[in-house]
């Protein structure tokens, strides 16, 4: 598994050690030249051994480019000392299996699934290191399991999965974390997210994108969540992002994005431009029986309780008010019906 040169920052092995440590080493190194271990040192002796420490630790943290976080935040960078991992697709057959896992599972996102067929293959042709997805913002009504998807390309990739929703947090920040000086300095999740794994090509996943609002510093600046996502969709630009949390750049270019959202309205042009809608079809009677059966049969349940979903299914006069969601509820239904003990 490659691995790739991910924080623009120097991790020293002895990062760790603070003035006292650094200290020890060479009063044990003074008396091992002198042959004697417990020799004790003159004042001029100790002076120069502190001048000395001073002296190194101010060019270790010039030389790092991190004397300006604190020596936690140092230390939650040290995974990535050896860079950071990248989970590759070897064969173009590879490929072809990833896509068509995804496809027999939901075959109406094939929009979807074939974009990231193509974008699989052509990496592998191009050889390279990892695959290189371009983003997605998938566009269809509630309930047709886009984020699912998702979630099952990440597994499929053998990646971590980010969920972000944006209805439910301050999306901007969820995504670029924030500086210090707003109500509450962090991370941002994608890059948490490769702090956590030591993985640099996870899916990230914005959930109904069209619904985020704006949200306002301490100081009365606006901040969008597409002023958040631009930087990081372009790969040039994602490549040497500055995180506004440790002021460091990571080579975010590797992530998959796949945005979602219910329409298009409300969406900023730029963010358009760098993710072309995939639009999607609300589901059929058909669709949504198939994905109870295969549903039902991974959850163990016999005949005669997917049975009963389907009818349920096809009695529906309007399939467009049947989500996947409804879908799941109906089977964990008939799973609870089917181990409830008879009344006497």
């Known amino acids: 598994m490659p691995r790739i040169p991910f924080i623009s920052a120097s991790l020293s092995p002895h990062d760790h050690l603070d003035a006292y440590d650094v200290e020890q080493r060479l009063r044990r190194f003074l008396n091992s030249l002198r042959g004697d271990p417990y020799c004790s040192l003159t004042e001029d002796e100790r002076n120069r051994v502190k001048r000395r420490t001073r002296r190194y630790l101010s060019w270790r943290e010039e030389k790092s480019g991190l004397a300006h976080l604190s020596r936690a935040e140092r230390g939650r960078l040290d995974t990535l000392r050896q860079g950071a991992e990248l ?73 971590p999965a980010c969920v972000i929703e944006a209805t439910g947090e301050p999306a901007g920040f969820s995504v670029s974390g924030t500086q ?25 996943v914005v959930d109904e994108v069209e619904k985020a609002g704006q949200v306002t510093s301490n100081k009365g600046t606006p901040y969008q969540l597409a002023d958040a996502l631009l930087p990081l969709l372009e790969p040039l630009t994602a490549a040497a992002w500055s995180c506004p949390y440790f002021r460091v750049k990571f080579d975010m270019s590797w992530i998959g994005w796949v945005l979602t959202a219910n329409s298009l309205h409300g969406l900023p042009p730029p963010l ?50 049947v989500s996947l969601r409804t879908v799941s509820r109906m089977l964990d239904n008939v799973a609870s019906a089917a181990v409830r003990p008879s009344l006497h």
């Open 272 to 321: 358009l431009s760098r993710c072309p809608p995939v639009q999607l079809a609300p589901l059929s009677k058909e669709q949504l029986a198939g994905f109870a059966r295969r549903e039902g049969k991974r959850r163990g349940l016999g005949e005669d309780a997917i049975g009963a979903v389907e009818d349920v299914i096809a009695s529906v006069s309007k399939p467009r008010l």
């Open 180 to 204: 210090r000086g707003w109500g509450s300095a962090g991370a941002g999740k994608p890059l948490e997210a490769i702090l956590n794994s030591g993985i640099a090509n996870p899916i990230v």
């Open 87 to 159: 989970k590759v697709i070897e064969t173009e057959h590879q490929a072809d299996e990833i896509a068509s896992v995804l496809h027999s599972e939901m075959p109406w996102m094939a929009p979807a699934t074939e974009q990231v067929w193509r974008d699989l293959r052509l990496s592998v042709r191009r050889g390279d290191a990892a695959p290189r997805l371009s983003p997605l913002l998938l566009v269809g009504p509630p309930g047709i399991g886009k984020s699912f998807w998702a979630r099952r390309l990440a597994e499929a990739l053998s990646v």
